[in-house]
T-cell receptor
């Protein structure tokens, strides 16, 4: 298996633009997580899905952020409009049994909003 | 109080040293515990799970104290390749579906 695949790896955008991050989880994994990592706040869970259904989105910072999982092999995280404070590394991860098993992370998307 | 708190670090040790990291968690009903390792500009990867009886994997030993809500990681005979950020990870209620990460502790092993 190729592991969790994220795209793009790097994204530089101007403030106010829409940004869409993409993730393909490992086949057979029922859980998908979106994390954001900054120096100040570390790794923060934004949202997670179980069997394509959002379970906990309490970490989503505000209405500018939205996430979808239309099928078991694809998820998106969208920021609209983007702001400089959204600059961070965004990781997608997947696991077989949620928090009781190993989570496999993608290589991350490094987002810079100028 | 943060859900998971770790030693602030950073730790800077010579090769061959023994180093220990500590972590506390706030929710006593948390079920699963892990240590992840993250290399610079890379994604986190599982280092080892932490069991109530304690567990060892080569030079690495993890301990869990549920009464004190405390987790530890001991690295013996440190290698240069152990330089990384070590993340304490907890699986809290209510759904136990997610993993909550500590801020991480930076370890640098020098020659």
């Amino acid at each position: 298996d190729a592991g969790v695949i994220q795209s793009p790896r790097h994204e530089v955008t101007e403030m106010g633009q829409e940004v869409t991050l993409r993730c393909k989880p490992i086949s057979g994994h029922d859980y998908l997580f979106w994390y954001r990592q900054t120096m100040m706040r570390g790794l923060e869970l934004l949202i997670y899905f179980n069997n394509n259904v959002p379970i906990d989105d309490s970490g989503m910072p505000e209405d500018r952020f939205s996430a979808k999982m239309p099928n078991a092999s694809f998820s998106t995280l969208k920021i609209q409009p983007s702001e400089p404070r959204d600059s961070a590394v965004y990781f997608c991860a997947s696991s077989q049994q949620g928090g009781n098993t190993e989570a496999f992370f993608g290589q991350g998307t490094r987002l810079t909003v100028v | 109080r943060k859900e998971v708190e770790q030693d602030p670090g950073p730790f800077n040790v010579p090769e061959g040293a023994t180093v220990a990291f500590n972590c506390t968690y706030s929710n006593s009903a948390s079920q699963s515990f892990f240590w992840y390792r993250q290399d610079c500009r890379k994604e986190p990867k599982l280092l080892m799970s932490v069991y109530s009886s304690g567990n060892e994997d080569g030079r690495f030993t993890a301990q869990l104290n549920r009464a004190s809500q405390y987790i530890s990681l001991l690295i013996r005979d440190s290698k240069l390749s152990d330089s990384a950020t070590y993340l304490c990870v907890v699986n809290p209620p209510p759904s136990y579906g997610k993993l909550t990460f500590g801020q991480g502790t930076i370890l640098t092993v020098h020659p």
